[in-house]
């Protein structure tokens, strides 16, 4: 395969190679305007840096490490493509892990990732994660870390997430709408960010609308849906109810799934007996049966933006910092699981 | 949370530290059955070596690198959850990296791997990697590599496949049997492993049913996939032939998801007017309409293979070896997309 150079780019948009250079490098002495242009003219031509080479030029490694819940997880693999979309163009190196969801296997990822150098760290907690002391260390020792999705209130860095109030409002409202009367909410465990900000725009729309929140029609998993049991579970208690729900809004990609798969074994029919709205980036949301309703976040955004602000930590440690906390909108898609047979 | 130690362990059951302790590192000199016992055991009680300490006490650096095509892959997600549930308990770091389908990425991944001193690597080939210098280096100098599913023919190492001959034949059969008389096969480049044997079970079963093999049936995606247009357009030149075909037999996860969003698009009626067979570990197999018939591959056990064969390797490195390929029996899961209603 043809190899193009940093002096074939010059050449072609009528620049100095240190222009093309410090603009691929996302340089702040590079005007916007030119930044684009030369980052699209190279992604254009399949431009690829050598990052081995970049990393023997200075004394750092060149890598981030990315740690997460699971990848088997459509928000989170769209977020690390964005997280790898950028990085990758600027030089770095993506390594990524997983959590599986354990307080343990966090802690043992970031120990592993410091102790092979990484530059920095982009993390969406765990949801057994309660005690951050891992984290707040390194970041007093100086190692940059963002955190995206389920982050911490109690430390101070950029974060990205999604306006879950928001998703989470809209959602509720169009079921709401749509002439649900009781809609349960299943969700992930109280202390993470994204299960607060959904219960809380969950509550809003119900207030909003003069429907009385009850406690019994939220249900909190956990594992945040790892467990199929667990999910199982929550669910047949809903449907077990003296007054089941006529609506269900699961919180997240895997629970949306689990109450999928528990509906459709119990014969309920959707929307009919049941409307489900998830909050979920499923790829296959339209081909599902019925075409499932559902909150998406934008995932390859939020990874993009991140890894942004997190390379911004590391090329300028000195810097004085405003952390930022860049909240993305959801959008909320609205199919047949929540409205019956859509005519276009 | 409690943790628990070797010596809780083996105080449980009766037996000596240093045999739970080799027992627990897969050691060939404690019997299988006692292994057995003490890793479930472990695993019960959430027992977790401390990887870093590990570390410490040799030289190695207890890591293990994978690349895969991408993530955002039920198959490859779920393999690497089966690498991790046997990595994590033998005290290795999984380490995981994606080539996107470019042999570029591929070669960077394998050289920035190199440079962070892993103890071996797990590969699953891109779509466009023909060149395999990069690994055959790494291993004339004496790095353990074990492939995995797309395995390079060339390479004399361990390689961890599913039986895709049979996979296909099986598929293919299916569809025969039910009547289907024009049946595609979309598939990968041709160069990958996986699709050559695929392509071969495919093709062994219409003759064995006296069906002539006619190629323009058959259509190859150059990116696996992973470009959306480039399975459109395929799909597009099937549905546009004199005598469209009446069955579609996708050869990937990716591919089968994009054929069913361009039958849904196209209002082509599934199995009606079409029927479909995916070779694909979707999870949401069943929640999709109609609920897809699928090639499903033992995803987990495969990577669990895998990595056991990997860390004998790393582990036994003067040991004489004699090369295996394990193949993997597929499972024809039979739903309403191949068959019409199915009644329980």
């Not at 431009?47 to 459509?74: F, H, W």
């Not at 949306?256 to 509906?263: D, E, I, P, Q």
């Not at 090329?315 to 910092?321: A, V």
């Amino acid at each position: 395969m043809e190899t193009i150079t940093i002096k074939d780019i010059a050449r072609a948009l009528n620049l100095s190679t240190s222009t093309v250079s410090r603009a691929l490098r996302n340089s702040y002495e590079i005007n916007t305007e030119t930044k684009k242009l030369v980052m699209e003219y190279a992604e254009k031509m399949n431009y690829r840096p050598n990052p081995i080479a970049l990393s023997l030029r200075d004394s750092k490694s060149k890598s981030i490490g990315v740690i997460i819940p699971e990848i088997a997880n459509n928000f989170f693999s769209q977020l690390i493509n964005g997280i790898e979309s950028i990085a990758y163009n600027l030089g770095y190196h993506v390594v990524i892990f997983q959590s599986h969801e354990s307080y343990e296997r966090e802690v043992a990822n970031t120990n592993y990732l410091v102790s092979r150098k990484v530059d920095g760290l982009l993390v969406s907690l765990s949801s057994l994660t309660t005690n951050l002391h891992h984290f707040e260390e390194l970041m007093e020792k100086g190692l940059p870390i963002v955190f995206f999705d389920r982050v911490p209130n109690e430390i101070e860095t950029h974060k990205v997430v999604a306006d879950n109030f928001f998703g989470s409002y809209e959602a509720t409202e169009h079921l709401i709408k749509t002439g649900r009367k009781r809609i349960a909410h299943i969700t992930s465990p109280i202390y993470l960010s994204i299960t607060t900000e959904r219960l809380a725009g969950y509550k809003k729309a119900l207030e909003d609308y003069g429907i009385a929140f009850d406690e019994s029609y939220v249900k909190y998993c956990h594992h945040g849906g790892k467990l199929a049991s667990e999910n199982e579970a929550a669910m047949q208690e809903l449907l077990d109810m003296a007054e089941p729900p006529d609506a269900i809004f699961p919180a997240s990609d895997r629970l949306t799934t689990g109450c999928l798969a528990v509906l459709q074994k119990n014969n309920i029919r959707i929307p009919d007996d049941m409307a489900i709205v998830g909050f979920t980036n499923i790829g296959v949301a339209e081909l599902l049966n019925p075409p499932l309703t559902a909150v998406v976040q934008p995932a390859m955004e939020m990874g993009q933006q991140a890894v942004e602000l997190l390379i911004k930590l590391i090329e300028h440690p000195k810097k004085t910092i405003e952390y930022e906390t860049k909240s993305f909108r959801t959008s909320l898609m609205i199919r047949e699981s929540s409205t019956g047979k859509v005519h276009a």
